[in-house]
């Protein structure tokens, strides 16, 4: 087999990988089997965020692996969570005949794969350029927020994490976040100039992540965690407007000119 053409295929393996998790997840909601559900999907955003970075390093990146990739996201972290939260607690959501949890996953899963098609647009229109920033929530990360709710309930017991009214938001909130316009960093852009800022930080971080562990357990902090994040994007957005209206209305603000020549009355060069 030719190398180089083999390298093409690694990187597609993990997305892959991606999709039987996905898959398995379903099948694990459907059976009633939550814990490993949910396990799966974090599992699927694991390999999510391997195989473009594989891609990157291997130099393998095509128009063929990211059309792959969506596809398999909207299966792992549109289809999959959507499952997981109905018949984990909103399958018996109704108001007579109307299947209320139905709906509230339905719209999660529209808005994730709406977000996908954006996504896919603007990645075509940037020719291939890594952009800063991802336009609306990334749907692995509102994925992760779902699997990360029924697990830290499913250890920690919280009331708030096991109640329906509590899926009926996060899921309509999440979708609602993936189609906006707030922004979150992507990441994608890496310099050796920041390597070793980037290591400190990476290195306080994984020490913040054990002392919480050791106060609080595992999921409930990678939750916190995420909503931290996704609670970030959308201040950092809102001051961002707000700083750009308060510039624009400075600039407006500023007197005009007068171009007029006091003498003759004739405007001025």
């Keep these: 087999m030719n190398i180089q053409k083999?390298?093409?295929i690694?990187?597609?393996?993990?997305?892959?990988?991606s999709v039987f998790l996905g898959l398995q997840s379903i099948l694990w909601s459907v059976e009633g089997v939550f814990t490993a559900?949910?396990?799966?999907?974090?599992?699927?955003?694991?390999?999510?965020?391997?195989?473009g970075r594989v891609a990157r390093l291997t130099r393998t990146q095509s128009e063929f692996g990211?059309?792959?990739?969506?596809?398999?996201?909207?299966?792992?972290?549109?289809?999959a969570p959507a499952l997981l939260t109905y018949?984990?607690?909103?399958?018996?959501?109704?108001?007579g005949e109307l299947n209320v949890g139905l709906l509230v996953v339905a719209v999660f899963a529209i808005c994730g794969i709406l977000r996908l098609a954006r996504f896919n647009v603007i990645a075509m229109r940037a020719k291939g350029g890594a952009n800063t920033f991802f336009v609306g929530m990334p749907i692995p990360l509102a994925a992760a927020i779902v699997a990360l709710s029924v697990l830290s309930y499913e250890r920690s017991n919280m009331a708030l994490l096991g109640s329906g009214p509590y899926y009926v938001a996060i899921m309509l909130a999440l979708?609602?976040?993936m189609v906006s316009t707030v922004r979150y960093p992507s990441f994608k852009k890496s310099s050796a100039a920041w390597s070793?800022?980037?290591?400190?930080?990476?290195?306080?971080?994984?020490?913040?992540?054990?002392?919480?562990?050791?106060?609080?357990?595992?999921?409930?902090?990678?939750?916190?965690l995420g909503l931290t994040?996704?609670?970030?994007?959308i201040l950092e957005t809102l001051w961002r407007r707000l700083h750009a209206r308060a510039k624009r209305a400075a600039r407006d603000a500023l007197p005009v000119p007068d171009l007029e020549d006091p003498e003759t009355g004739e405007l001025s060069e």
Excluded: E, H
Aim: proline fraction near 2%.
């Design 6 to 8: 083999a390298k093409y």
């Design 10 to 17: 690694l990187p597609n393996l993990f997305t892959l990988g």
């Design 37 to 51: 559900a949910a396990i799966a999907i974090l599992g699927a955003a694991v390999l999510d965020g391997m195989d």
């Design 66 to 79: 990211a059309q792959l990739d969506s596809l398999a996201d909207a299966i792992s972290f549109g289809v």
């Design 87 to 95: 018949y984990y607690r909103l399958d018996g959501a109704r108001l």
């Design 175 to 177: 979708g609602a976040l």
């Design 196 to 224: 070793r800022r980037r290591f400190v930080v990476a290195s306080l971080g994984a020490g913040l992540l054990l002392l919480g562990v050791k106060v609080v357990s595992l999921f409930p902090l990678l939750l916190l």
């Design 229 to 233: 994040f996704t609670a970030w994007g």
